[in-house]
């Protein structure tokens, strides 16, 4: 059973950043692909940024692409987001999210995908 617990979270104004982290425990991590999802109140919890298990592939959504990177550590077993340029409509509740992967740089995007989940992390970003 992999637990994931995500830190990092916060209050900043837009155009500023922040860096989300995920640790994770209970699991070998190099045999799990990673990912982010974030749900704002009232919308469908949607995808942010994933990353294979092997670390050389990612994905984001077209909201993140350019300003969100996605990155992990093995040593640390732990996931990051880095969230530049933050806007108003970035503000939710998100997400740290895993699944055991045989493809070394198969990234998932859909919540069905995934297995494990964190217990989220809270962004707002005030304009």
């Known amino acids: 059973q992999v637990q994931l617990v995500e830190s990092g979270g916060g209050l900043v104004q837009a155009g500023g950043s922040l860096r989300l982290s995920c640790a994770a425990s209970?699991?070998?991590?190099?045999?799990?692909?990673m990912g982010w999802f974030r749900q704002a109140p009232g919308k469908e919890r949607e995808f942010v940024a994933a990353?294979?298990?092997?670390?050389?592939?990612?994905s984001y959504s077209e909201s993140g692409k350019g300003r969100f990177t996605i990155s992990r550590d093995y040593a640390k077993n732990t996931v990051y987001l880095r969230m530049d340029s933050l806007k108003a409509e970035d503000t939710a509740v998100y997400y740290c999210?895993?699944?055991?992967?045989?493809?070394?740089?198969?990234?998932?995007?859909?919540?069905?995908?995934?297995?494990?989940w964190g217990q989220g992390t809270q962004v707002t970003v005030s304009s």
């Open positions: 990353i294979s298990r092997g670390g050389a592939s990612t």
């Open positions: 209970g699991g070998p991590f190099g045999n799990y692909a």
């Open positions: 999210t895993a699944r055991r992967s045989l493809g070394s740089q198969t990234v998932y995007i859909t919540h069905g995908d995934y297995t494990y």
